[in-house]
């Protein structure tokens, strides 16, 4: 039946006018919210494209300072924040907040989110059929993707998360499924971006590397870092000197995350810095079992939902935003359930996904980010259910 509407003449018009529709929208929203006054500073896609615009003026890119009289200056606000929010991304992830600063703010604000959309939607239609997923349920993956709450909130501040997502998704599809070592290597530079969140993927890398000989994906990843840094030290020479000492000076612990670090520090004193760093050690010491028991038959699409989970559980900074990066996991279970037999758990599974996010949503009305560290664990525990329910390790690599 779908076969034969998309034979049909009207298809493409009702197509043209959803896809215009949709655009008129996203214009709305990025005149009446993301760029209204009361909400600019606030957002932070604001830092990052202050950020873009001191590094082309030959600034410092990190200024507290400075970010903070650009974030004034389009908001209209003469308010000075207890704690200025700068962009915390290595040298390397400047050419990409330069080349959105090189137009006016409101036009950029809105490419951006346009573009996120684009890579949402993209890193859930390749991780479906990388995963063996139906061409005839492509809306499966869009649905289980747009109602994670995290994404609602991750378009709204304009994160850059969308392409650490990208860099997960290309790096997967690169190794397995065009054993392309030189642009899997290009797509972990990606997640390098924000290399905090996914911070097991490094050492899994390396032990990977080192067991497979598989070089040049670090050639790769160290080839374009190199090329992406000297591109921002072009217009700012004192980039690289710049970035240490301004970050080590303002560290991002002084921020609430939902992060178990943080409800530590809660617990025992603010002041003990170090307990935030106690999870990312036992995620590593995670890592060293899994990598002892699995390495011999390492598959990095079976291993890649288990360790974005236990990333994402023991980082020791981040906010939940920043749990879109669980397309890559989430879609792969919901992939394996659909071919299940089970559709009693199924419906159960799918229920409590869409309770647990509209659980969120509400939270978020009402709460600080950083009081929802409940959110990952109920994702973990559904998505322990949905392995039960599939196969993790039934993978069709249609792509």
């Known amino acids: 039946m779908l076969s034969s509407l998309r034979k049909h003449p009207a298809y493409r018009v009702i197509l043209w006018m959803l896809m215009i529709l949709c655009l008129i929208l996203v214009w709305r929203l990025n005149k009446s919210i993301l760029n209204e006054s009361s909400r600019i500073s606030g957002q932070d896609y604001s830092q990052f494209w202050a950020a873009g615009h001191l590094n082309c003026s030959g600034e410092n890119p990190y200024s507290p300072e400075k970010i903070n009289e650009i974030k004034s200056r389009l908001s209209g606000l003469d308010e000075v924040p207890r704690v200025v929010a700068i962009a915390y991304n290595p040298p390397w992830a400047l050419p990409i907040f330069m080349l959105f600063s090189l137009v006016e703010y409101t036009f950029s604000r809105l490419v951006w989110l346009i573009l996120s959309i ?231 599974i799918a229920v409590a996904y869409l309770a647990v996010n509209l659980a969120y949503l509400g939270a978020q009305l009402h709460l600080e980010d950083g009081y929802l560290g409940w959110f990952l664990p109920a994702l973990g525990v559904i998505y322990l259910l949905a392995r039960r329910t599939g196969d993790p390790d039934r993978l069709a690599g249609q792509v």
């Open 118 to 348: 684009v890579i949402l939607i993209y890193c859930a239609n390749r991780t479906w059929r990388a995963y063996g997923g139906s061409e005839r349920l492509r809306w499966v993956p869009l649905l289980a993707a747009f109602t994670l709450g995290p994404t609602f909130l991750l378009l709204r501040q304009g994160q850059l998360t969308p392409l650490v997502l990208l860099g997960i998704v290309g790096f997967l599809y690169q190794v397995e499924f065009k054993s392309n070592d030189w642009l899997a290597g290009a797509c972990a530079a990606l997640v390098s971006i924000k290399p905090q969140l996914f911070f097991l993927f490094w050492i899994a890398l390396v032990f990977w590397v080192i067991d497979r000989k598989r070089w040049r994906v670090l050639l790769g990843f160290g080839l374009t870092l190199g090329i992406f840094t000297l591109i921002g030290t072009v217009f700012n020479k004192s980039l690289l000197p710049q970035y240490l000492p301004t970050v080590l000076n303002h560290l991002p612990t002084v921020w609430f995350t939902p992060t178990i670090g943080s409800y530590l520090r809660m617990l025992f004193g603010l002041e003990k810095v170090w307990l935030q760093f106690i999870p990312p050690v036992i995620g590593i010491l995670w890592f060293v079992i899994r990598w002892r028991d699995h390495h011999a038959y390492w598959r990095w699409s079976v291993e890649l939902p288990s360790l974005l989970f236990v990333s994402l559980l023991t980082m020791s900074f981040g906010w939940t935003y920043d749990y879109v990066l669980l397309y890559a996991a989430i879609i792969p279970m919901a992939s394996m359930m659909i071919r299940s037999h089970s559709r009693r758990r199924i419906v159960l």
